[in-house]
């Protein structure tokens, strides 16, 4: 693994992450053998607006039940399973990190949903699947973390059918630098690799893909993060929640992204990116 990802890939690898979300969905009470995809939500939609948002991007999606689609960066597998859920389709999550792919597996099974949803550690600039492989993609909130982000989008192009849909959500930069750190998916500016959004843009279609669909969501992730504040002393955190994945100082990470969000240092994109089928 080159020296960046490894980085990044510490960043994302909690110890005993699914012994702690058990222990967490224990002290709330749950029974474990009756666990639904809404009790998993404190902890398993990484991504700004959480389920919210994710049952948005599914209609956007226009997917249906007949699809293989593949979540690239699907952390543990949040809307990966919410996305099969609410469609029908196969989904294949990939992530880089293996400490979320096995938590994925095995709150998958504790769901009931392994028949149409598989994970593998697999990094996103070297999918681990032939050309024309699947129906859509599906990304949320990865390409932060990705430096090469021509790369990444070519591999995504690769491995979709002509004519599929790529349904991308992702944090960019705005008029603004430096950002504040650290922040929900970085420690430090050493793994956050923001572009502004019309640059963004210009990659993905760098890669081949036709834009067909690009709304500006940051007043919406504006509204979240409206009462983040600078925690003061020990943090008091909830059984479940995204800490669990990134670590117990996600006050100040997403008072962080607050700030960078209220002063024009982040802003929020979602896309639907077309292979065209020539
Ligand atoms: C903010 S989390 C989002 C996770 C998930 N998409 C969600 O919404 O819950 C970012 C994820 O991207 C993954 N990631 C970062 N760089 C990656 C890469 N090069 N290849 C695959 N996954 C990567 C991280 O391991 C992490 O799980």
């Known amino acids: 693994m080159v020296e960046e990802i490894k980085h990044i890939h510490s960043y994302y690898s909690p110890s005993?992450?699914?012994?702690?979300?058990?222990?967490?969905?224990?002290?709330?009470?749950?029974?474990?053998?009756?666990?639904?995809?809404?009790?998993?939500q404190p902890v398993d939609e990484f991504h700004i607006r959480g389920d919210a948002a994710t049952k948005e991007l599914i209609k956007l999606s226009e997917f249906t039940p007949d699809m293989h689609i593949l979540d690239v960066g699907c952390g543990i597998g949040g809307s990966t399973r919410r996305l099969s859920h609410e469609t029908g389709c196969r989904v294949t999550g990939i992530d880089l990190s293996d400490e979320y792919i096995d938590t994925a597996q095995r709150l998958t099974q504790l769901l009931n949903m392994e028949e149409k949803v598989k994970f593998h550690a697999a990094s996103a600039l070297e999918l681990p699947f032939d050309d024309d492989s699947f129906d859509g993609v599906w990304s949320l909130q990865m390409n932060m973390n990705v430096e090469d982000k021509l790369s990444w989008l070519k591999e995504t192009y690769r491995v979709l059918k002509p004519g599929g849909r790529a349904i991308l959500y992702e944090v960019c930069g705005h008029k603004n630098t430096p950002q504040y750190f650290p922040v929900p998916w970085a420690q430090d500016s050493s793994m956050s690799f923001l572009v502004p959004?019309?640059?963004f843009r210009n990659i993905i279609e760098a890669a081949g893909f036709e834009i067909s669909v690009w709304n500006d969501k940051t007043d919406l992730a504006k509204i979240a993060f409206a009462n983040a504040k600078q925690p003061?002393?020990?943090?008091?955190?909830?059984?479940?929640?995204?800490?669990?994945?990134v670590g117990k100082d996600i006050q100040t990470k997403a008072y962080n992204l607050r700030r960078n969000l209220d002063e024009e240092r982040v802003s929020l994109i979602e896309t639907v990116a077309i292979k065209p089928d020539l």
């Open 197 to 199: 959004p019309a640059s």
């Open 232 to 245: 003061v002393g020990e943090p008091t955190l909830p059984p479940l929640g995204v800490y669990l994945l």
């Open 16 to 40: 005993d992450l699914y012994g702690k979300i058990i222990d967490g969905l224990n002290k709330l009470g749950k029974d474990l053998s009756k666990i639904t995809l809404d009790d998993l």
